[in-house]
């Protein structure tokens, strides 16, 4: 059927040309465009594209907000669960113990650097071991499990620090005796 129709059209192709639409028409639709160009919007037409445009930000807002907390929180939702708030707390909690501890120890400058490097290099595989552990608990996506090793790791290194605080003492106080004795 096709082929007949389009058999046809070749055929009587002058016909379909002879007719064209007279300038009476094309003016007619100059004014028209030019009416709708000079016509007021309607405030209603104003209304919703405000809206349209807030809604738009709005939602992109929103959207914006969610990518960034889920980048924040490793696509975990337990990471903002409460016993991820406790943990972050007990984590600050002994990491500034830690710190307040090796000052401490750095105050002592001791005569024997060997002590204090042995004491440094304790430190330092227990810093690794949890450096490690924090890498861990990110992959796995906040384990309660991983959690704890971290606490239990920095309970050990507060205690290390401890106990060579304890050391360092108990050596000043021995040489202050020796001091006083040979006085």
């Known amino acids: ?16 040309d002879d007719k064209e639409t007279s300038d009476k ?3 007619n639709i100059s ?15 104003w209304t919703w594209r405000v809206a349209a445009v807030f809604f738009f930000l709005t939602s992109s ?8 907390q889920y980048k924040e929180t490793g ?4 990471a903002v669960s409460e016993e991820y708030k406790e ?7 002994y990491t500034t113990l830690i710190s307040q501890k090796k000052q401490e120890i750095e105050d002592f400058r001791l005569a024997n650097s060997d002590l204090e490097e042995e004491f440094l290099q304790d430190v330092e595989k227990l810093d690794s071991m949890y ?19 971290v606490i239990r790791n920095l309970q050990l290194r507060v ?3 401890n106990q060579q605080i304890s050391l360092l003492q108990r050596i000043r106080q021995k040489k202050a005796q020796e001091e006083t004795v040979s006085i």
Do not use: C
């Not at 696509?75 to 337990?78: H, K, Q």
């Open 25 to 27: 028409v094309w003016a």
């Open 31 to 45: 004014k028209g465009l030019e009416k709708d160009k000079k016509a007021p919007v309607p405030m209603w037409n």
């Open 75 to 78: 696509g975990n939702e337990v």
């Open 61 to 68: 807002w929103f959207a914006v907000e969610k990518v960034m």
């Open 1 to 16: 059927m096709s082929s007949r129709l389009e058999e046809f059209i070749r055929n009587h192709k002058e016909e379909f």
């Open 131 to 149: 450096m490690d552990l924090k890498k861990e608990l990110k992959s796995f996506q906040y384990n309660e499990k991983l959690m704890d090793a």
């Open 159 to 161: 205690e290390i620090l």
């Open 87 to 93: 943990f972050v707390e007990a984590d600050h909690y």
